[in-house]
């Protein structure tokens, strides 16, 4: 069952770093976003995997820590892994794929809606490399429009040691 690692899992590699991040989000719709700050910190879990723990300070809620796993699935040829959130207690199941100029992750998952009346929403976040250093994560949530609306955007740099 061992599984040697593929060029998907490279593209893993490339989050592992020391990372700060400013955050853009939308508390609610119609309102100008609320600006939120911290830092990620990403290390391998052998060469399939990646751990992602964030610390910031979320505007309301307070001080926040956050784990993200990712991983490449060949069986599925698909992206897998989780996030959850020091704030809220739902667990979040990615799946998803690279674009095709391998620059983009768009991770699918499903959540309680931000509306706050007991259903179930699809969401979608985007991890773009805009070089090396720097990466953009954007959070998008699926509208009864059928079209994707964006609540929040997070851009990461590395931290130069």
Do not use: N
């Not at 879990?45 to 699935?73: H, K, N, Q, R, S």
């Not at 990615?94 to 391998?102: I, K, P, R, T």
């Amino acid at each position: 069952m061992k599984t040697e690692p593929q060029k998907e899992h490279q593209w893993l590699q490339k989050l592992v770093g020391e990372w700060t991040y400013e955050a853009d989000v939308a508390m609610k719709p119609g309102e100008p976003p609320t600006k939120c700050t911290g830092t990620e910190s990403v290390r391998s879990l052998g060469p399939l995997w990646i751990l992602a723990e964030g610390e910031g300070e979320i505007p309301c809620w307070g001080p926040a820590t956050t784990m993200m796993t990712l991983g490449y699935d060949p069986q599925k040829k698909r992206y897998v892994g989780t996030w959850v959130g020091s704030m809220m207690s739902h667990l979040w199941v990615y799946d998803g794929a690279l674009d095709a100029a391998g620059l983009a992750l768009a991770l699918d998952t499903e959540g309680p809606s931000m509306a706050g009346d007991g259903k179930m929403a699809k969401y979608q976040d985007v991890i773009e490399f805009k070089s090396d250093d720097h990466r953009l994560l954007i959070s998008q949530v699926l509208g009864d429009d059928g079209k994707w609306h964006q609540f929040m955007s997070t851009t990461y740099r590395r931290k130069q040691l």
